[in-house]
């Protein structure tokens, strides 16, 4: 009987703990809002702005979003793997290829981890990263003109979630793979999986001036599973280092069997090495299938160029290059504090972190004191790299992120709390809850050598009973605390678009002054721009009828077009000829099949239309662009196929 | 005598500064331009305070029916201005050395000035009369067709000197520092001319070696 009792009360411990919620004990914690001031604290008055950019990546919403900190007001979506409903699918027939893979036009994918470029190990605000984790792809975003403008494939990859994170001077972008698979791809029985699936960890070359991403080279390891990375910094700077998990290299079941070994692990690469490897010749050329789309601001038009082959490098063939770090218990998040020395490690199934030691690390390694190896990679010894073990007495810690005051703070998935505690005494400071099972957190330039440390924001999966109720599926929520006292202080808590899955943040004034305002006319290189309105015309190329077409406050220029024809493929190539700050002008026509536009400043962009049916069709712009926007309108007349009627177009004749 | 001439001839020189300053400025802000939509005046043409406030500021205007702004060669002023300016600098550094060199008296460097005020006000005169002409010469096509209280047709002319609301909008006029630079220069040969005379009456009619 006592027995039977002792189960029942585990069934209810685990149910908790899975549940991620807890409420119960955490609501009364709080005094409110006033009693704390923390109204004050995350209010921005009209007019005012706030101190923070945060980008909070989709998650499986494909896109970027803007907030701003501490306030939590959203100010943009970027579209970078996704669709986007605020102007009709989120690209124009230019921008198409962006989204181009070798599985074809790719429209969506699941976009995890945010990374900001760096220059000397701190954040320089110039572009902002991303994964895609479905079809591995890492998109680069400008951060003056918020716009995706490099999306690269990665071939041999699957899962490509251990990435984006960039080395300090953005040498690299690293696109690790989270699942193993066989590479190349092949058909074959599931279960050879054991030596003989590989993970790709990917290095992309950042070209400095630019940013253009090239494969610099593949690394392929051990079948296991690469969940998270980081690069070093400081001294370990040239290093990176991976969690892995499933060393078990199971394919079936994994819940249950890759959750047998104690202890996976961390793997340490010295780049530097390969890059030296590479550079003098080393490394197989494989075939290789992937896109690499680039984005022109010049033509505002993105072109695709298909990819043939990729540099691979066996890491038993350059010695001393990769290391294998015991690390308990499927550990998920991999971050390494601001000096670069402390490389931790959160077990997932465990309720300790995981501390390595850079300089224990590299000791060993001179020492040679490894402790067996796998798949010919040198495995080293635990408690010799150990630097420390935080007991916090959470419940699945995942990532860590550190305010530069030389203290960390985790957040514990399964117990719901953010924890804050020292690097090298590993003593818990405070901890808070979250509502409810948090992922990542965010402190901005958490990521970097030289953090931010006044908020942390954490990122939640769960929202239940925070805010109105909207059905069964409710937006996620991110959680404001303010650091910047000992004790951490809840100030706000707001929802947040897709799956908030990881966040960038940087003082404001480093991208507010070169975010750009318009694109300069006279710097325009579309084919299809016209530079005046005088320019504006119809032109017929057999079924193809091209117009080029202008708008400025309150006119399409022309407004009036005869002479196509059902049948026809008509090609709106709109030049918006604003040269004011925030002054777009949309375009859509009825029965437009494709997208409809907003056309920024000095861009120009271009929308096929199709016509179905003989009449007169209207169009319209679709942005409220001034006081007389209703009237920004226009006729297209289409006569029947067998019609000879020649093309006219006129605006303003009677 | 030497003092006074030196004088005329920094005085007659500042006024080379409108060359390369402007002269006026109208600025116009309201709450949807946080950042103020300017015009700056040269003697030969205008140009936006920001790069694109002169297309910004004829995309409004157009709907209230005003002109576009003039392009240099759209006005004689942009051209006779320059001529004017130039001439008169070469008088004064003339009448300057002149001077100097006592083969003039004192009451030339009266006459610059009274010529240069008499230039000046016509100047500003021609300039409020294009304010006029621009603010309430409007076409009569025009989109918004605003009245005054009193049923007359609204003007948009903006203020010569000071500030003006005109509809949601602050209209600032004043002057730059090309126009500063001129009145310290116009001040300067005044006060050669006062020296001048100064200096005459102290020494009477001998003669300065
Ligand atoms: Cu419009």
């Known amino acids: ?293 680039v984005y022109d601001e010049g033509t505002h038009t993105g072109t695709t160029t298909m990819k043939k082959e990729v540099l691979t490098v066996d890491p038993t063939k350059v010695p001393g290059a990769v290391f294998f770090l015991p690390t308990p218990k499927s550990p998920h998040g991999c971050d390494v504090d601001p000096s670069g020395q402390y490389i931790i490690g959160n077990g997932k199934l465990s309720a300790d972190l995981t501390v390595h030691s850079f300089d224990k690390m590299i000791a060993a390694i ?137 966040a960038a943040g940087c003082p404001a004034e480093l991208l507010a002054p070169n975010s750009k305002k318009i694109y300069r006319l006279d710097d325009n290189k579309h084919p299809y721009a016209v530079a005046n309105p005088s320019e504006a015309r119809v032109e017929r190329n057999g079924k193809e009828v091209h117009i080029y077409m202008s708008t400025i406050r309150s006119h399409f220029t022309p407004d009036n077009i005869e002479g196509i024809k059902v049948g026809d493929e008509v090609y709106f190539h709109i030049t918006n000829h604003e040269q004011d700050f925030d002054v777009p002008h949309g375009f859509s026509i009825i029965g437009q099949n494709t997208s409809e536009l907003l056309v920024m400043p000095g861009q120009t962009k271009t929308s096929i239309w199709k016509p179905k049916k003989v009449g007169v069709w209207p169009f319209y712009c679709t942005d409220f662009c001034s006081a007389l926007h209703q009237e920004m309108q226009g006729y297209v007349r289409v006569s029947p196929a067998n019609s000879n009627l020649e093309l006219s177009w006129s605006l303003g004749e009677d | 005598m030497k003092k006074a001439s030196l004088l005329m001839i920094l005085g007659s020189v500042l006024l080379l500064g409108l060359f390369v300053f402007p002269l006026w400025n109208i600025e116009l802000g309201a709450p949807q331009y946080p950042e103020p939509l300017g015009i700056d005046i040269y003697i030969n043409g205008l140009q936006g305070q920001n790069e694109f406030d002169i297309q910004n500021i004829d995309g409004l205007n157009h709907y209230i029916g005003m002109k576009t702004l003039p392009k240099p060669e759209d006005m004689w002023e942009f051209t006779v201005f320059p001529l004017v300016i130039g001439v008169m600098v070469f008088l004064g550094v003339l009448l300057g050395v002149l001077g100097y060199t006592n083969k003039i008296s004192y009451k030339w460097f009266f006459g610059w000035f009274i010529l240069m005020s008499a230039l000046g006000v016509l100047g500003m005169y021609d300039f409020n009369a294009w304010l006029v002409d621009y603010g309430t010469n409007l076409d009569p096509k025009a989109i918004l067709k605003l009245a005054n209280p009193d049923g007359t047709p609204m003007s948009y002319k903006p203020p010569l000197l000071g500030h003006q609301k005109m509809l949601n909008f602050d209209a600032y006029s004043y002057p730059r520092l090309g126009a500063y630079l001129m009145f310290v220069g116009m001040c300067l040969t005044l006060i050669a001319g006062y020296l001048g005379w100064r200096y005459k009456k102290i020494n009477g009619t001998k003669q300065q070696n």
């Open chain 1, 1 to 293: 009987m006592k027995k039977y009792k002792y189960y029942l009360m585990a069934i209810i411990g685990v149910a908790l703990v899975f549940s991620g919620c807890g409420n119960g004990g955490t609501k009364g914690s709080s005094n409110g809002a006033l009693g704390s001031s923390a109204a004050e604290k995350v209010y921005v008055a009209p007019g005012q702005q706030d101190e923070f950019y945060a980008f909070l990546s989709g998650g499986y919403s494909g896109n970027l979003t803007v907030y701003g900190l501490p306030s939590g007001r959203m100010f943009k979506e970027i579209p970078v793997f996704s669709q986007f409903p605020t102007s009709g699918y989120g690209y124009s027939e230019e921008t198409k290829p962006m989204l181009n893979t070798s599985f074809g036009f790719v429209p969506w994918d699941d976009a995890h981890h945010p990374d900001i470029s760096q220059t000397n190990g701190e954040l320089d605000g110039r572009w902002i990263f991303i994964n895609g984790n479905n079809t591995p792809r890492i998109a680069r975003i400008s951060l003056s003109t918020f716009e995706t403008e490099e999306i690269i494939e990665i071939p041999n990859s699957a899962g490509n979630h251990s990435s984006s994170f960039i080395t300090e001077n953005t040498e690299y972008v690293v696109a690790g793979t989270r699942f193993s698979v066989p590479v190349p791809q092949r058909d074959m029985p599931i279960n050879e999986y054991k030596s003989n699936f590989k993970g790709a960890l990917t290095f992309i070359s950042v070209e400095p001036e630019h940013g253009q991403l090239d494969i610099k080279f593949q690394l392929l390891m051990p079948g296991f599973n690469y969940d998270l990375s980081h690069p070093g910094r400081g001294d370990s700077h040239g290093w990176f280092f991976f969690t892995t998990y499933n060393t078990e290299e199971a394919n079936s079941l994994m819940e249950v069997n890759s959750s047998q070994n104690d202890k996976d692990f961390i793997a340490a690469v010295n780049w530097k090495k390969i890059e030296e490897y590479v550079n003098s010749g080393g490394g197989t050329k494989m075939a290789a299938d992937y896109a690499h789309n």
């Open chain 1, 366 to 502: 001179d020492g040679k004191k490894f402790d067996g190896e796998a798949y010919g990679i040198p495995i080293l010894k635990f408690e010799d790299v150990l630097a420390g073990t935080v007991k916090s007495g959470g419940l699945g810690p995942l990532h860590t992120e550190f305010d530069g005051q030389g203290n960390a703070y985790t957040t514990f998935f399964i117990s719901s709390e953010v924890v804050k505690w020292k690097l090298g005494t590993w003593e818990v400071v405070d901890r808070k809850p979250t509502f409810y099972s948090v992922g990542h957190l965010m402190i901005p330039g958490g990521n970097s050598r030289k953090p931010f440390g006044k908020y942390v924001v954490a990122m939640n999966k769960i929202t239940k009973d925070r805010y109105l109720p909207t059905g069964p599926e409710m937006e996620h929520s991110a959680q404001i605390y303010d650091i910047s006292g000992e004790k951490m202080e809840l100030i706000y808590d707001f929802p947040t678009h897709g799956e908030p899955h990881y």
